[in-house]
């Protein structure tokens, strides 16, 4: 059984009204049927332009966002009909990585009080426990203790996302989103967060839904690929099979469209 299961997910959103305050009418049908597996221990790349559903399509995944129809189910359990106490603890088992370092950590909280605030909400551990754990958290990955007392924004880009994701693991959770989580960076130092991840999945037995419009990127750390265009799935096979014998003209339009990167 996949640790993932996704059966005909669909999300609408009304599109009555508009940024701009003047009415509209219709729906923009962001996820149309889509159904997926992920298996343990396996990556997924999903991979697609911008506005193809992707970030939707994940966060629907875990929840974050109420689907308008179809089924999610994590290691069995269906999460559109878990109570509130349930999905706390399904929680625990599924987290995000987001794109945006520079947006996505509170600047008011240190590194510490970042890192720590799911153990607190989650874990009945004390003071001198949790903060044993936050060290080795940042120990996990590549960041010294010495930055437990510093802030968000005296961290570089990179230095960031490794904090976005130490604060990930913080539940030792089973799945991972992660949503474009080195699109923000520069090529140098995403491969380094691209390495990070891979590293942290053999160490901690993670299972990810990696979400980029990087193909690249994607051959290097999926284990399996699916495209995605206009809220569908339009292409789904091994990573080798979608790189090298693309069924689909979107997807030859993406390996083309897309320049090689070193991330070794």
Sequence with gaps: MALVEVRNLTKVFDLSESAFGDRRSGQLRAVDDVSLDIEQGETLGLVGESGSGKSTLGRLTLRLIEPTSGSILFDGNDLLK?????????????????????????????????????????EKLTASARRRRVRELLRAVGLDESAMRRYAHEFSGGQRQRIGIARA????????????????????????????????????????????????????????????????????????????????????????ATPEIAVQ
């Design 169 to 256: 693991l913080a539940l030792r959770p089973r799945f991972i989103v992660a949503d474009e989580p080195v699109s923000a960076l520069d090529v140098s130092v995403g491969a380094q967060i691209v390495n990070l991840l891979r590293q942290l999945q053999r160490e901690f037995g993670l299972t990810y839904l990696f979400i980029s419009h990087s193909m690249p990127v994607v051959r290097y750390l999926a284990t399996r690929i699916a495209v995605m265009y206009r809220g569908k799935i339009v292409e789904t096979g091994s990573t080798e099979q979608i790189m090298e014998h693309p069924q689909h003209d979107y997807t030859s339009t993406l390996l083309a």
């Design 82 to 122: 878990a109570s509130g106490s349930e999905l706390r603890r399904h929680r625990r088992d599924m987290q995000i990585v987001f794109q945006d370092p520079f947006g996505s950590l509170d600047p008011r909280f240190r590194v510490e009080d970042l890192i720590d605030e799911p153990l607190i909400i989650h």
